[in-house]
């Protein structure tokens, strides 16, 4: 990409000299030069829209900002009288007669930090060169891709694509770090069907377009769906019967609630058609699931009927970032019979620059946030509590001249979604307005700012908002604009989180002895969930119609005695929007309306409040009074497996690295470990190992033979060459491919489970790093449970550090490559 080729075209285009401007947006070669063809292809939008109409600006004066400070250039204008006295820092050079970008900023805002937000100041980061990020054929023939993005990704993919049947996986990979490749390659893996939940129909939709890009079959129309409520299910629910359909996105509301699709995955199931459950932003079980998306924490029961079935099923839970609580929560609803796998690659990220707004009054709130607006870098996310609010801003944005702006609530009707994502991702407006409903997994990378306009609930969940920004790995900004009101409004949003001890008592007693709820002798009783209180007055259930609170508050009551493990909730079934719950009592305290269940309720609610209260002072302590201490502890305090580290808040400029040269494994993964068939175990013997001496022309027909074999793990040496090749193997399986610098960290992690079973160990032609790689892999791969090695050298080459040659140090047989599993 050539800069100033660039900017002469642009002068040119905006002078009208040119209609268009020649250039293939898509065309970048890293993140860095994919942002500035981006920021060029917005500002051509918003001088179309512009020259539409005069009405719109504002909105090509703010992308014209953008693209003066992206590039560090100036422009020189045959008429000059519309960025008179303009409000975006735009001003006239006398000297060169043109007109340049100033930053401008309010005082409140770090200068260094928006200059790096606007990619002027830094580069991009590079994988250390020591980690072997190849692929494998599976992978390479179903995507294309020779490379993954981290050593994290790798892991994370491996991790998932490992699980064996019947175990749920647990996988995390930081934002941006490209988490879709396990649920595509996961899907793919198999000839079956896989289900993926996801918490927003702008995640499935925005997946299904990823996902289709990425997936290189010809059926891929025909294979890749995702559902929304108001859809035509008739084409999927052809494709599942038939037994085409690989992955269907689907939200849990919509897997739930519609009868034709239980119908079409319980047949599924049932002939082991369905081979995966993803649920995708696995936090939002905890988060949500416990309040107004009550269908998340009814997954379990979904999932535990399709395992009496089929108990091969397997589960894979996918976040950026689990805490503690949410992993213990997700671990007592996915866990059966100790089949649990954990696999965490947590990691902060690098991106954002971090500021804190505070203003003192809500009409000084809006002026920041106008200002803000006008002087930050784009793409940007507005981020606010409730759908009015999203109206509001937009209309003030409206008033102050910016009108190429869109909201994004849970009221924004499905067309609409799809719609809005799509012009999102082509960079038809800059500009997004909207609750939590947005973004969650949406892949647009570029975005350069996210402001949060009120205090999220808990540091979680600001960490997964903020985190729409910079996944393109290259700096952004995350504002927080507030004013004293916000934290009395925050608080009053918790306190409609949990009910009243009283309520959650009468409400069980309602539900318990209601004649319309059916007991059975094996303490199981059948609730219909619309049954109303013993009590007069209404509960407001967060958002939700007032119709729907008793049914919503019920379903909340029945939830929270399941995540106390009071009762176990054995099968949800909804008709209409009414939802039967069969619950089976596990405490029998729950048995009597008394005293004694009163004392035990409030016991166990004030835990639940404790944390919701608790989780949220720590969110308003964080950014009181502009923060006191660095923003990046807040973070540090709820994700036990990360290391600290913060690109700059209020408190430094300067960065704070903690996590320099770490391993991304962050916890140990003993097992399960591989089982051995007994063709695999014939060739050894009684060794853990053997030699393979074979040349440089038969390797990749033994490595070949091996693949189809089962062979689990290729060791090659550090940049060995051609080792690309082995992309090219026939067999269409996944193996992990590895330098021994990463199987010796692994096993220090102790991750047994990525490399037991067996293993390749390819040998350079080098005699003076034989011994090397030979004496790191006997020390720690050799011998270790469920792993058998197969030495691949090209001769019997001389080790000095032992004394003897390489057959004669291997403790196991040497043989030919023709007689190797024939």
């Given at each position: 990409?050539?800069?100033?080729?660039?900017?002469?075209?642009?002068?040119?285009?905006?002078?009208?000299?040119?209609?268009?401007?020649?250039?293939?947006?898509?065309?970048?070669?890293?993140?860095?030069?994919?942002?500035?063809?981006?920021?060029?292809?917005?500002?051509?939008?918003?001088?179309?829209?512009?020259?539409?109409?005069?009405?719109?600006?504002?909105?090509?004066?703010?992308?014209?900002?953008?693209?003066?400070?992206?590039?560090?250039?100036?422009?020189?204008?045959?008429?000059?009288?519309?960025?008179?006295?303009?409000?975006?820092?735009?001003?006239?050079?006398?000297?060169?007669?043109?007109?340049?970008?100033?930053?401008?900023?309010?005082?409140?805002?770090?200068?260094?930090?928006?200059?790096?937000?606007?990619?002027?100041?830094?580069?991009?980061?590079?994988?250390?060169?020591?980690?072997?990020?190849?692929?494998?054929?599976?992978?390479?023939?179903?995507?294309?891709?020779?490379?993954?993005?981290?050593?994290?990704?790798?892991?994370?993919?491996?991790?998932?694509?490992?699980?064996?049947?019947?175990?749920?996986?647990?996988?995390?990979?930081?934002?941006?770090?490209?988490?879709?490749?396990?649920?595509?390659?996961?899907?793919?893996?198999?000839?079956?069907?896989?289900?993926?939940?996801?918490?927003?129909?702008?995640?499935?939709?925005?997946?299904?377009?990823?996902?289709?890009?990425?997936?290189?079959?010809?059926?891929?129309?025909?294979?890749?769906?995702?559902?929304?409520?108001?859809?035509?299910?008739?084409?999927?629910?052809?494709?599942?019967?038939?037994?085409?359909?690989?992955?269907?996105?689907?939200?849990?509301?919509?897997?739930?609630?519609?009868?034709?699709?239980?119908?079409?995955?319980?047949?599924?199931?049932?002939?082991?058609?369905?081979?995966?459950?993803?649920?995708?932003?696995?936090?939002?079980?905890?988060?949500?699931?416990?309040?107004f998306r009550v269908d998340y924490q009814c997954l379990e029961s979904w999932r535990n009927m399709l395992l009496m079935t089929n108990p091969?099923?397997?589960?894979?839970?996918?976040?950026?970032?689990?805490?503690?609580?949410?992993?213990?929560?997700?671990?007592?609803?996915?866990?059966?019979?100790?089949?649990?796998?954990?696999?965490?690659?947590?990691?902060?990220?690098?991106?954002?620059?971090?500021?804190?707004?505070?203003?003192?009054?809500?009409?000084?709130?809006?002026?920041d946030i106008v200002e803000l607006v006008r002087k930050l870098p784009h793409p940007m996310i507005i981020y606010v509590a409730r759908p009015?609010?999203?109206?509001?801003?937009?209309?003030?944005?409206?008033?102050?001249?910016?009108?190429?702006?869109?909201?994004?609530?849970?009221?924004?009707?499905?067309?609409?979604?799809?719609?809005?994502?799509?012009?999102?991702?082509?960079?038809?407006?800059?500009?997004?307005?909207?609750?939590?409903?947005?973004?969650?997994?949406?892949?647009?990378?570029?975005?350069?700012?996210?402001?949060?306009?009120?205090?999220?609930?808990?540091?979680?969940?600001?960490?997964?908002?903020?985190?729409?920004?910079?996944?393109?790995?290259?700096?952004?900004?995350?504002?927080?604009?507030?004013?004293?009101?916000?934290?009395?409004?925050?608080?009053?949003?918790?306190?409609?989180?949990?009910?009243?001890?009283?309520?959650?008592?009468?409400?069980?007693?309602?539900?318990?002895?209601?004649?319309?709820?059916?007991?059975?002798?094996?303490?199981?009783?059948?609730?219909?969930?619309?049954?109303?209180?013993?009590?007069?007055?209404?509960?407001?259930?967060?958002?939700?119609?007032?119709?729907?609170?008793?049914?919503?508050?019920?379903?909340?009551?029945?939830?929270?005695?399941?995540?106390?493990?009071?009762?176990?909730?054995?099968?949800?079934?909804?008709?209409?929007?009414?939802?039967?719950?069969?619950?089976?009592?596990?405490?029998?305290?729950?048995?009597?309306?008394?005293?004694?269940?009163?004392?035990?309720?409030?016991?166990?609610?004030?835990?639940?409040?404790?944390?919701?209260?608790?989780?949220?002072?720590?969110?308003?302590?964080?950014?009181?009074?502009?923060?006191?201490?660095?923003?990046?502890?807040?973070?540090?305090?709820?994700?036990?497996?990360?290391?600290?580290?913060?690109?700059?808040?209020?408190?430094?400029?300067?960065?704070?690295?903690?996590?320099?040269?770490?391993?991304?494994?962050?916890?140990?993964?003993?097992?399960?470990?591989?089982?051995?068939?007994?063709?695999?175990?014939?060739?050894?013997?009684?060794?853990?190992?053997?030699?393979?001496?074979?040349?440089?022309?038969?390797?990749?027909?033994?490595?070949?033979?091996?693949?189809?074999?089962?062979?689990?793990?290729?060791?090659?040496?550090?940049?060995?060459?051609?080792?690309?090749?082995?992309?090219?193997?026939?067999?269409?399986?996944?193996?992990?491919?590895?330098?021994?610098?990463?199987?010796?960290?692994?096993?220090?992690?102790?991750?047994?489970?990525?490399?037991?079973?067996?293993?390749?160990?390819?040998?350079?032609?080098?005699?003076?790093?034989?011994?090397?790689?030979?004496?790191?892999?006997?020390?720690?791969?050799?011998?270790?449970?469920?792993?058998?090695?197969?030495?691949?050298?090209?001769?019997?080459?001389?080790?000095?550090?032992?004394?003897?040659?390489?057959?004669?140090?291997?403790?196991?047989?040497?043989?030919?490559?023709?007689?190797?599993?024939?």
């Amino acid at each position: 990409m050539n800069k100033d080729s660039i900017t002469c075209l642009v002068s040119q285009y905006l002078n009208n000299e040119i209609n268009s401007i020649q250039i293939d947006f898509e065309s970048g070669t890293n993140s860095r030069e994919e942002f500035y063809l981006k920021t060029v292809k917005r500002l051509t939008r918003a001088y179309e829209l512009y020259l539409e109409k005069s009405v719109y600006k504002d909105d090509y004066l703010l992308a014209l900002r953008d693209y003066l400070l992206t590039f560090d250039t100036a422009i020189k204008f045959k008429k000059d009288c519309f960025l008179d006295d303009n409000e975006y820092g735009i001003a006239f050079d006398e000297i060169d007669q043109k007109y340049f970008a100033s930053f401008q900023l309010p005082s409140y805002v770090n200068e260094k930090f928006v200059n790096e937000a606007f990619i002027r100041t830094v580069s991009e980061q590079h994988v250390a060169p020591d980690s072997n990020l190849l692929t494998d054929p599976m992978i390479y023939a179903m995507t294309g891709y020779t490379h993954f993005k981290s050593l994290d990704q790798k892991l994370a993919v491996y991790g998932a694509l490992n699980t064996p049947e019947g175990y749920t996986t647990l996988v995390s990979l930081p934002t941006g770090g490209g988490k879709s490749l396990v649920t595509q390659t996961i899907s793919y893996q198999k000839d079956r069907l896989t289900i993926v939940i996801v918490p927003t129909v702008s995640l499935a939709i925005d997946q299904v377009r990823v996902t289709k890009q990425v997936i290189k079959r010809d059926d891929n129309d025909n294979e890749i769906f995702s559902y929304s409520s108001g859809m035509n299910a008739g084409p999927i629910l052809k494709a599942i019967k038939d037994k085409k359909a690989k992955v269907l996105f689907i939200s849990p509301e919509a897997l739930l609630e519609n009868p034709s699709f239980a119908e079409a995955i319980k047949e599924a199931n049932k002939c082991r058609y369905l081979n995966n459950i993803i649920i995708d932003e696995a936090h939002i079980v905890v988060d949500w699931g416990a309040t107004f998306r009550v269908d998340y924490q009814c997954l379990e029961s979904w999932r535990n009927m399709l395992l009496m079935t089929n108990p091969s099923l397997r589960t894979i839970l996918l976040s950026a970032t689990f805490e503690d609580r949410c992993i213990e929560t997700l671990k007592d609803f996915f866990e059966v019979n100790g089949k649990w796998i954990e696999v965490r690659c947590d990691a902060l990220r690098h991106e954002p620059r971090y500021c804190v707004v505070r203003a003192k009054s809500n009409k000084e709130k809006e002026k920041d946030i106008v200002e803000l607006v006008r002087k930050l870098p784009h793409p940007m996310i507005i981020y606010v509590a409730r759908p009015i609010d999203a109206d509001y801003i937009k209309t003030l944005l409206s008033n102050s001249g910016i009108k190429n702006v869109r909201t994004f609530t849970g009221l924004t009707g499905s067309a609409q979604r799809k719609k809005l994502i799509e012009e999102w991702v082509d960079d038809q407006y800059e500009i997004m307005v909207a609750t939590s409903a947005f973004g969650v997994g949406v892949d647009k990378g570029d975005v350069r700012t996210v402001i949060h306009t009120y205090i999220p609930q808990n540091a979680n969940t600001y960490y997964q908002e903020l985190g729409r920004g910079g996944r393109d790995h290259l700096p952004c900004l995350s504002i927080m604009c507030l004013h004293p009101g916000d934290e009395t409004i925050g608080k009053d949003r918790i306190k409609k989180r949990v009910l009243t001890t009283k309520k959650i008592w009468r409400r069980w007693d309602s539900l318990y002895n209601n004649t319309q709820s059916v007991r059975s002798s094996n303490n199981r009783v059948f609730i219909d969930t619309s049954i109303k209180p013993n009590y007069a007055n209404d509960d407001i259930f967060d958002d939700s119609p007032i119709s729907e609170a008793d049914r919503n508050w019920n379903i909340y009551v029945l939830l929270f005695l399941r995540r106390y493990n009071l009762i176990r909730i054995l099968e949800v079934k909804i008709e209409n929007g009414h939802y039967f719950i069969l619950i089976e009592i596990v405490n029998d305290r729950l048995r009597v309306i008394d005293d004694v269940l009163k004392v035990h309720i409030d016991k166990i609610r004030e835990e639940e409040w404790d944390f919701y209260n608790s989780s949220y002072n720590m969110m308003v302590n964080a950014v009181r009074s502009k923060s006191k201490e660095c923003i990046s502890e807040l973070f540090y305090k709820t994700y036990s497996k990360v290391y600290e580290y913060c690109a700059g808040c209020n408190i430094h400029d300067i960065p704070i690295i903690g996590d320099s040269h770490k391993f991304p494994l962050k916890n140990r993964v003993d097992e399960p470990l591989r089982v051995l068939s007994e063709e695999q175990l014939l060739p050894f013997g009684e060794s853990n190992e053997m030699v393979v001496l074979v040349n440089d022309n038969e390797r990749m027909n033994l490595l070949n033979r091996l693949v189809e074999k089962g062979v689990s793990m290729i060791v090659v040496p550090e940049g060995m060459q051609n080792s690309e090749n082995i992309l090219d193997i026939n067999s269409k399986r996944n193996i992990l491919v590895v330098v021994v610098k990463d199987v010796y960290m692994l096993l220090k992690a102790h991750g047994y489970y990525f490399t037991s079973g067996l293993v390749a160990v390819v040998y350079p032609d080098d005699e003076r790093i034989i011994g090397q790689q030979y004496i790191t892999i006997k020390n720690n791969l050799c011998g270790k449970s469920a792993t058998k090695i197969i030495h691949i050298i090209k001769n019997n080459a001389y080790v000095n550090e032992a004394g003897k040659t390489f057959v004669e140090l291997v403790d196991g047989p040497s043989v030919l490559p023709s007689v190797i599993y024939t």
